[in-house]
């Protein structure tokens, strides 16, 4: 059997595995019988349970899964167009516009954004708006200097910059604040999956879903640019339109995935290049599929690591990826003239 396909049935194989242990272990001990049967609309022993599993346990998996899918792809199309392996989802100030948004709400306005009629917008809902249109202005920020500046050297720079500043901001915000304020903030700052609920899983499913479809659709230019922008202008590539796309694809990602779990750290980072050291290859056309899996399997895994064995503690997703993906980055900088990443 081809070597690809054995790669793509085992990372699905531990996919499932994963999402099956993320329902059936937790600071509660559930029998695997037990969830089989509320998945198939049976009566558990216990009705708590059913609480458990679909309002609790389901969503964060759905949210892991498709928050690590997002975070992995995002970083693989940076990577490449950047044509840089240190490149991620949180380097071109995104991530710092969700934190910026998040910051202002929690730290400046006291947890409430404004009045929708007679109901304040207020609370969670608040905090994940703020994100969501601190991470978009800071991506339409950058989509304008992707058209009036030519080199993505330059691009790269300016989106650093642009990050710089949306961190100063947050230190001062922080200064000024009071302790609480600031103690409510640093949580939110540490990430998490659990943030999605059962109501609100299909608007971030579909927003993940959307972004997870257009970077399939960017394979080919993005094999091209592989290349170099010289060569795939000769294959009749739109270089600015296809960054654009490229910039928009991982800001839609990145913004969701901000806004509902947190900044999350390192898997977008480490796991396009895990993907490239079980593939042995750059091409696009193998290696997103596989991002994609790797990505929610990493996910999954940590959000199974969180929870501390006999213990009803969890532990923060920012201290556990790090674990996994520091190694990961550690080994490809001291590797890196054996590992393929562009042709």
Known sequence: MNKHVLIYLF???????????????GSVSIPVKSVLEILTGGIPEKISWQNIVLQS??????????????????????????????????????SDGANLG??????YFGGSLFQLGELPVHGYPAIILAAFVGACLILGIIL???????SNVMLLIIGIMIGYLASS??????FYASADKVHAYVMWGLGNFSGVSLEVLPFYSACSLTGLFLSILLIKPLNALLL?????ANL??????????????????????TAFCGPVSFIGLAVP????????????????????????????????????????????????????GAPVVIYVIINRKNIQYFN
Do not use: D, W
């Open 273 to 324: 290049h895990i993907a490239r050291l079980l593939l042995g290859s750059s091409n696009h056309k193998l290696l997103l599929p596989v991002t994609l899996l790797t990505g929610g399997c990493v996910a999954l895994l940590c959000n199974l690591l969180m929870v501390l064995p006999g213990k009803n503690i969890l532990l923060p997703l920012n201290a556990v990826t790090p674990l996994l």
């Open 144 to 150: 304008y200097f992707s058209s009036k500046v030519k």
């Open 102 to 107: 998040v910051a202002a709400v929690m730290l």
């Open 11 to 25: 990372l699905s194989l531990l996919l499932c595995m994963l999402f099956l242990g993320n329902l059936i272990y």
């Open 236 to 257: 009749g590539i739109r270089v600015k339109r296809t960054r654009a796309l490229i910039l928009l694809c991982t800001g839609l990602l990145t913004a969701t995935t």
């Open 228 to 232: 170099g922008e010289m060569y795939a």
């Open 57 to 94: 346990r389901l969503p964060q998996a759905v949210t892991a899964l498709l928050a690590g899918a997002s975070l992995a792809v995002s970083g693989l199309l940076l990577q490449t167009l950047f044509r840089n392996p240190l490149a991620g989802p949180s380097i071109l100030g995104i």
């Open 169 to 174: 901001v947050i230190s001062l915000l922080n």
